[in-house]
């Protein structure tokens, strides 16, 4: 019943969105749970509400892209729960453009957070992982890192990013039984998608085009997700490595794109 009892998991981004989604889900399966983010209200929200259905977490409040936050959180929550065996590297921002419509400031700190944090995180959880004998990371790809988005080129670039580095990881420390693996999703309903739409000129007919392209004909829900984490997460992936994980309920088979 419980795939992540004895699991010490860190989820930054985890104060809404997909990522809060996970680290609820992670608690309901047993797992402590540390959730990273840098807003330290909804952190606290979302850690309060794991207690109150029985789990166990804290909320550990910085920044994925600051080194001393993110070991400042892995020292937190070791204190508090023993060493994390589990990262999930989460958080993100999505800027949109074309390379000439992005600056030298926003590339920067797209990759600051999307890519660095996963290193940052990554060096901070490795030693713990390898004091507890393995572990798993898990880095929030998207389809985007993929395939070809429209307007989307940084935040594509970093999600590509996050494939190869998971795949450098996994044969980097296959031996110390430790696995680094990637998730991407297709379009899911959070507020980082609503944010986008509501930018967009017509939102309305943006959201449409995002379902629209759906093989089932809606795009999918956080709960719809969080289970391809409780399995990378769990035991039950123990021979899975280097794998990147395509959760987009068919969009990327049929190869097409929303036009908005
Ligand atoms: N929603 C989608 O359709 C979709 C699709 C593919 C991939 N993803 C990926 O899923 C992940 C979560 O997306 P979401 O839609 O839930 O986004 P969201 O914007 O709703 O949530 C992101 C969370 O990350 C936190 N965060 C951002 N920058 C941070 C930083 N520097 N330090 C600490 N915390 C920070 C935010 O405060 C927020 O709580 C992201 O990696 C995103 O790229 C989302």
């Known amino acids: 019943m419980h795939a992540l009892k004895d699991t010490?998991?860190?989820?930054?981004?985890?104060?809404?969105?997909?990522?809060?989604?996970?680290?609820?889900?992670?608690?309901?399966?047993?797992?402590?749970?540390?959730?990273?983010?840098?807003?330290?209200?909804?952190?606290?929200?979302?850690?309060?509400?794991?207690?109150?259905?029985?789990?166990?977490?804290?909320?550990?409040h910085g920044d994925v892209s600051g080194a001393c936050d993110v070991r400042r959180a892995v020292q937190e929550i070791s204190r508090a729960f023993g060493s994390p065996t589990v990262l999930v590297h989460n958080a993100a921002i999505l800027p949109t453009g074309t390379v000439e419509e992005t600056s030298e400031d926003a590339w920067d700190q797209v990759f600051a957070i999307n890519v660095k944090g996963a290193y940052l995180t990554?060096?901070?959880?490795?030693?713990?992982?390898?004091?507890?004998?393995?572990?798993?990371?898990?880095?929030?790809?998207?389809?985007?890192?993929?395939?070809?988005?429209?307007?989307?080129a940084a935040y594509s670039s970093t999600k590509g990013a996050l494939i190869s580095l998971a795949r450098a990881m996994a044969i980097d420390y296959a031996r110390e039984r430790i696995r680094v693996n990637c998730v991407s999703p297709g379009t899911v309903d959070s507020p980082m998608l609503r944010d986008f739409v509501a930018a967009q000129p017509d939102p309305q007919k943006t959201r449409q085009a995002f379902d629209d392209v759906q093989p089932r004909g809606r795009v999918g829900t956080i709960e719809e997700i969080t289970g391809v984490f409780v399995f990378l997460a769990s035991a039950e992936s123990s021979f899975v490595t280097g794998a990147n994980y395509i959760v987009d309920g068919g969009m990327s088979v049929r190869g097409d794109q929303p036009r908005m």
């Not at 060096?123 to 992982?129: A, G, I, N, S």
């Open 8 to 60: 010490v998991a860190l989820i930054t981004g985890a104060g809404r969105g997909i990522g809060r989604g996970i680290a609820l889900r992670f608690g309901r399966e047993g797992a402590a749970v540390g959730v990273f983010d840098r807003n330290s209200v909804e952190a606290e929200a979302a850690a309060a509400e794991i207690r109150s259905a029985g789990g166990r977490a804290i909320a550990l």
């Open 122 to 152: 990554a060096r901070e959880v490795l030693p713990c992982m390898r004091r507890a004998g393995g572990g798993s990371i898990i880095f929030m790809s998207s389809i985007s890192g993929v395939n070809g988005f429209p307007g989307m």
